[in-house]
């Protein structure tokens, strides 16, 4: 498979502080990737600077061969990658049907075109029709979580990347989400995906690569890992007394 | 009596549309971005010194002049945020060196229209050539009529563009969280530019509407500018419905305070309103809709 995404050697820093170490890690055309680490590890870090939110100090990112880590989100999202941050950030003055309407923001849309993606959104999350006219803020987390994805996705993304989506949700509600995530996958889309859910995330996904204080300490297929309790317990044992 | 008190009402609502539109701009700006816009005055008076150039000195007609004077000041203001806030946009805590800045940008506006303008006032003629009209026995000046006339249509066309368009939607989006918008795609600079244009417009159109009915000076903005921001925090800082309703009762009390109990005391009148909201109602009227802001 052809790396449609490529992070090589970055590191990061807030300030004074630095978040990622010669982070390096690859995603290609149709997977699942995902990033696992502990609180504060760095996943949020390493989607902001691959969405441009921020810009790494050294190290390289490419999108389909073109370099990224020099633009700005807008420009980024006109390439293709869609970030869904972590804790949803729905807007909350905004409806359901005009926080889908903001996706669509990266690009020229007819009306029409917008209509009919808002269709395809509907379909994948059927609950968000009942709440179409609804503000953000009401929404509870689990069908913030649900727009946050669909928004998402309006932006017609080639690469989407999704920040904790399972964060705060109910198990019912968990299982809902990877089940989505992997159906969305299949229908074609590549996933980079940070998640603290071991079990669930090394089931749907490919590959995996673990974080740990920024740097990157451990990368395999999910298959591998998932049989590796060594590796599991040591990601359960810290996400279990949380 | 009755008479007095109507015309009393309307010559107030015209006032208060002035502050109302000025106030407008104070609170798009701060919902925006956060920030106070301490010059947010001075485009009135360069509002209304646009269209002196273009009434007195190139003679064009009003409704050509007025709209093109409301695009250039607000021209000016995006020209104004670029320099002033763009710079420290993504700096954290810049709040307050804008907002100071903004202070000092009021004085240099002043100074520069001063330059350019001398100091003698110019008068604008009113749109309509008649000082006053006898409608139903009361005697009204036509300017007021146009000023409320005019402040309706723009702000309900403000709040169609705002709350029916795309493009008005990306502009709230950006207000509630602008890092989210910009991962939309929604190019947030150009979003505050803007937001800024209009706010400055908005201020414009209040110089361009009042200018007739006072005269054209450099300081016209300062008195202007103090009136909106006690409409502004009246209203609730935080909404257009409250800068609306803060403008009106604000020209409202003012004008009645001055005929019914004291004319010397005129500029009090919206200071006593706002000591009073600041003391028993701190919000504003509608105070609860900043929160809504993320
Ligand atoms: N805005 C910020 N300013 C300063 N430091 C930050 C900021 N955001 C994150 N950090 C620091 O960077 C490091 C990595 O944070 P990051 O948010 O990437 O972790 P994470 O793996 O996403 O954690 P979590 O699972 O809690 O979301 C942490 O040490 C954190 O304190
Ligand atoms: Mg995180």
Do not use: C
């Amino acid at each position: 498979m052809p790396n449609m995404l490529e992070v090589r050697n970055i590191s990061a820093r807030y300030g004074n502080v630095t978040a990622l170490h010669d982070v390096s890690l690859t995603v290609g055309q149709g997977e699942i990737i995902v990033l696992l680490g502990v609180n504060g590890a760095g996943k949020s870090t390493t989607l902001k600077t691959i969405s441009g939110l921020l810009h790494p100090v050294r190290g390289g990112i490419t999108f389909e061969g073109e370099a990224i880590d020099r633009m700005s989100p807008e420009s980024i999202v006109r390439r293709g990658i869609a970030h869904v941050p972590e804790g949803r950030h729905v807007f909350p003055g905004l409806t359901v049907r005009e926080n889908l309407v903001m996706g669509t923001s990266n690009r020229k849309v007819t009306r029409a075109e917008t209509e009919s993606d808002i269709e395809r959104i509907l379909e994948i999350f059927p609950d968000l029709k009942r709440l179409y006219t609804q503000m953000g803020w009401s929404l509870s987390g689990g069908q913030q979580q649900m727009l946050a994805i669909g928004r998402g996705l309006m932006a017609r993304p080639k690469l989407l990347m999704l920040d904790e989506p399972s964060l705060g949700l109910a198990p019912v509600i968990i299982k809902q989400v990877f089940r989505t995530i992997k159906s969305i996958n299949e229908a074609g889309m590549t996933i980079l995906l940070v998640e603290q859910n071991v079990g669930l995330s090394l089931k749907i996904a490919h590959r995996a690569y673990l974080l740990e204080t920024g740097r990157m300490i451990r990368t395999d297929t999910a298959d591998a890992l998932r049989e590796d309790d060594g590796f599991r317990n040591a990601l359960l044992g810290v996400t279990a007394d949380e | 009596m009755f008479v007095e008190f109507i015309q009393l009402t309307i010559a107030g609502l015209a006032v208060g549309s002035i502050y109302a539109l000025v106030a407008l701009g104070f609170v798009l700006i701060y919902t925006s971005v956060n920030v106070v816009n301490f010059a947010q005055g001075d485009f009135a008076m360069i509002g209304a010194y646009f269209m002196v150039s273009l009434v007195l000195g190139a003679h064009w007609p009003w409704w050509v002049a007025l709209p093109l004077a409301m695009v250039l000041t607000g021209a000016v203001g995006a020209l104004f945020q670029l320099v002033l806030y763009q710079p420290v946009r993504n700096r954290p805590r810049n709040f307050l060196p804008v907002m100071i800045a903004t202070v000092g940008a009021s004085v240099f506006l002043e100074q520069v229209f001063l330059l350019i303008y001398g100091p003698v006032p110019f008068q604008l003629p009113g749109i309509f050539k008649a000082q006053s009209v006898k409608i139903d026995g009361v005697f009204v000046y036509p300017q007021y009529l146009v000023i409320i006339v005019v402040t309706s249509v723009m702000v309900t066309v403000l709040n169609w563009f705002l709350e029916r368009t795309k493009l008005g939607k990306q502009l709230q989006a950006t207000a509630q969280d602008a890092d989210t918008a910009r991962l939309m795609g929604i190019r947030v600079a150009r979003m505050t530019a803007l937001i800024f244009a209009i706010s400055t417009g908005l201020g414009g159109l209040a110089g361009i509407l009042i200018a007739p009915v006072y005269t054209v000076t450099a300081g016209m903005g300062s008195t202007i500018a103090l009136k909106a921001f006690a409409s502004a925090i009246v209203g609730g800082f935080g909404s257009i419905k409250g800068a609306i309703v803060g403008g009106l009762t604000i020209g409202l009390v003012e004008t009645y305070g001055a005929t019914y109990i004291s004319g010397s005391y005129r500029d009090a009148f919206p200071f006593i309103v706002l000591i009073l909201f600041l003391i028993f109602r701190p919000s504003g009227l509608f105070g609860e809709k900043v929160s809504q802001k993320v």
